[in-house]
């Protein structure tokens, strides 16, 4: 089991920043990536950046040279600094972690808000 407490988001004007922060506690070791999943109100949940191991990381292409995800190791966190915000980066940001080890498992922090204000 890997348990995820997120923290940071809130209102923030357009243009502005925001920092996200993902904590991993309990079966860290067969983490393989961790990353940040956003859902808007009548849209579908999707992948915003994701970052390995390696700290390899993909963005969507719609945060591109806007976000930057980082991994603290010795900490077991996960940032996601959000640069110049609009507000179609408005939506509930998830944090995810994905484990190996035997069968790949999912697990997801407990969400948190981001309104971007024009």
């Known amino acids: 089991q890997v348990q995820l407490v997120q923290s940071g988001g809130g209102l923030v004007q357009a243009g502005g920043s925001l920092r996200l922060s993902c904590a991993a506690s309990g079966r860290v070791h067969y983490i393989m990536n961790m990353g940040w999943y956003r859902q808007a109100p009548g849209k579908e949940r999707e992948l915003v950046a994701l970052?390995?191991?390696?700290?390899?990381?993909r963005y969507v292409d719609s945060v591109k040279d806007r976000f930057i995800i980082t991994r603290d190791a010795a900490v077991n966190t996960v940032y996601l600094q959000m640069n110049t915000v609009e507000p179609e980066d408005t939506a509930v940001y998830y944090c995810y972690a994905r484990t190996c080890g035997g069968p790949i498992n999912t697990y997801w922090g407990q969400g948190t808000q981001v309104t971007v204000s024009s």
């Open positions: 970052i390995f191991r390696d700290d390899s990381s």
